[in-house]
Every structure is written in structure tokens, then in C-alpha cells.
């Protein structure tokens, strides 16, 4: 009895630490971008492109497989203890430190910031999501020290390839928007085909004056933007598909053929909900307008996405795991 309460309070212990990382790195992002911060240092903040590259989300999952591995991990026999002053102590300097840094990336003089805003408004396929995508790097830099703040070392040190492997998700999360750009000229104009042909089939008037990337029904028409192409939940996707993939591996045989070809279908999968998405949008704009550009575009997408990889992963993967060969049986 006694070792079930140690163990149950270790197992919330993790998750009230992870809540804390996310909290205090939350904290720090807010104050880096806070208003006083500008007013005091006399210093803008670079936010030159107007692309939401921030990669909380992902950063929030990736605390919440940690806490869920460590869980199994660290915690059948043995409570997790709480870092020593040792180590804490060096860790609130480090943050401090990291802080002060991340606001003077952040907070460039006005002769770098000019720069920086040309050279945006100068490549803003390309150069201007770089700037966002590396700003937004620069303020999850305080993340490292607060988890040696609230994580002792050897659980850190265990978990190294699992913190090595979400930080490497991380980079390539927070640069997506680089890639994204890219990606937008290339999937961009075969998605405004398909979902042109789709509302084609329905009867309605679609207005005659549309450019390339502009999606219409009826007296309703939409822009096709860089977050349309769902880029950033396809990079999601891959990358959870592949944690999970990974995890299995631990526990059981994969037949990793069967795992790529999984994964390739996901990524059709999603190509094909998103033009449905997006034609639903058009279509719901059609009559309401407000709706559809607001509540609607928001939260439908994070709604569709989340319903479909729970559902696919659970479907999926048990298909992906190889059969025991029946003579090693017993």
C-alpha cells in the first residue's frame, strides 16, 4: 500500500512538473514579447512577417510523452525526486541568462531590425518565414534550464534520446514555416483545382474574377494562404506518428514495411481531409461569412486533426506489428 501511494504520487508528481515547464516557458515567451520589454529597452520586437511560427503546440505534446514515458520508465519502483540545490540553483542562473539572451535576439538595435525587415519584405517566400521561424526558436531557449530546474539530472540523462529527438522535432517545427513556403507554391495550385472541381459539382455560382490562389461559391471568396495548405499538421503528424512508431519498437516486432506504407496513407489522409476542410469552409462562408473566416477556420482544423490521428493510430498501428513465429510460442 505503501509503495502504490509513492508510486501514484511520483506518476502526478511528473505531470505537475511537465504543467510547470510549459507554464514558465509560456511566461517567458509572454515576457519577451511584452510591451514594457519594448518600452524599457527602446526596442522593437522583430515580428516582420506576420506568420504564426510558434511551436507550442508541439512543444506541450512533446512535455506530454515525456511525462507519459517517464511514467513507465522511471517510476515502477521508485518515486522521481525532486532536483537538489545543486543543481536548481545553476539552472534558475542559466534561465536568467537564456532569458536576457532570447530578449536580445529578440529586441535587435533599429539598424539590424531595419534590415531584417527589408530582407523579409525583400524574400517573403522565404527570407521572412526564416525570421519568424528563428525568433521562435529563440524564445523556447529558456526551456532547457527550467527542466533542469524541475527535473534532477539522472531521469534527464536516461532520457537523453528522447530529449534529443524532440529537440531535433522542435528545430524542425519552429523552421517549418521556411519549408512551408515552398511547400505552398508546390501542393498550392493542385489544391485550389480540387477543391474548385468540388464546389464545381455543387450548384451555386462561383464568381468569375478569381486569381490563382482565390477559392469561390457564390458571392463568398477566400484566399488560399500559407496555413490553408495544412503544412504544419502534416509535420505533426510525421513527427507523432514517429514517436509512436518508435515507442513499439521497444515493446514489439514492426514490420517497418507495413509502418512506411501506414504512414504514407496518413499523409494522403490528410491531404484529402484538408481539402475538405477547406470546402467546407467555402461552402459554410457562403452563408455565413463571419463564421467561416472566424470560429469555424480556427477550430475545425485542430478539431479534424486530433480526432484523426487518435483514431488512426489506434486503428492503424496494431496492423503494423509483426506476427510471432508460432515455434518461439510457449
Known amino acids: 500500500m505503501k509503495r502504490f501511494r509513492s508510486l501514484r504520487f511520483g506518476l502526478s508528481s511528473v505531470w505537475v512538473r511537465c504543467a510547470l515547464v510549459f507554464a514558465g516557458v509560456w511566461a517567458g515567451t509572454a515576457f519577451i514579447r511584452a510591451s514594457f520589454v519594448e518600452n524599457a529597452l527602446q526596442l522593437s520586437l522583430v515580428e516582420p512577417t506576420g506568420i504564426n511560427a510558434s511551436p507550442f503546440l508541439i512543444f506541450g505534446m512533446l512535455l506530454c510523452i515525456y511525462a507519459w514515458s517517464l511514467n513507465r520508465d522511471d517510476l515502477k519502483r521508485k518515486t522521481l525526486q525532486w532536483p537538489s540545490f545543486d543543481q536548481a540553483f545553476p539552472a534558475l542562473l542559466f534561465w536568467a541568462l537564456t532569458l536576457i539572451v532570447a530578449v536580445w535576439v529578440s529586441h535587435p538595435a533599429q539598424a539590424i531590425f531595419a534590415r531584417m525587415q527589408l530582407y523579409a519584405l525583400i524574400h517573403p517566400e522565404a527570407g521572412a518565414p526564416f525570421i519568424a521561424g528563428l525568433i521562435s526558436l529563440v524564445e523556447l531557449l529558456p526551456a532547457i534550464p527550467i527542466l533542469l530546474f524541475f527535473f534532477p539530472l539522472p531521469a534527464l540523462i536516461r532520457s537523453r534520446g528522447r530529449l534529443i529527438g524532440g529537440s531535433i522535432l522542435l528545430v524542425l517545427y519552429g523552421m517549418g514555416p521556411v519549408i512551408e513556403a515552398s511547400y505552398y507554391r508546390l501542393v498550392g495550385p493542385p489544391l485550389v ?138
Open 193 to 330: 483545382t480540387v477543391v474548385r472541381g468540388l464546389l464545381f459539382l455543387i450548384p451555386g455560382t462561383i464568381p468569375p474574377n478569381l486569381n490563382r490562389w482565390e477559392i469561390g461559391y457564390g458571392s463568398f471568396k477566400v484566399t488560399l494562404g500559407y496555413a490553408c495548405t495544412d503544412f504544419s499538421a502534416l509535420m505533426l503528424f510525421i513527427g507523432l506518428f514517429g514517436l509512436v512508431w518508435w515507442q513499439m519498437t521497444k515493446k514489439r516486432r514492426i514490420d517497418h514495411a507495413k509502418a512506411m506504407i501506414a504512414l504514407a496513407c496518413g499523409i494522403i489522409a490528410l491531404w484529402i481531409l484538408n481539402v475538405l476542410r477547406i470546402t467546407l469552409i467555402v461552402l459554410i462562408g457562403s452563408v455565413y461569412p463571419a463564421f467561416a473566416l472566424t470560429l469555424f477556420h480556427s477550430a475545425v482544423g485542430i478539431v479534424i486533426f486530433l480526432c484523426f490521428f487518435l483514431a488512426y493510430v489506434k486503428v492503424v498501428l496494431p496492423m503494423v506489428v509483426a506476427m510471432k513465429n508460432k515455434g518461439r510460442r510457449k
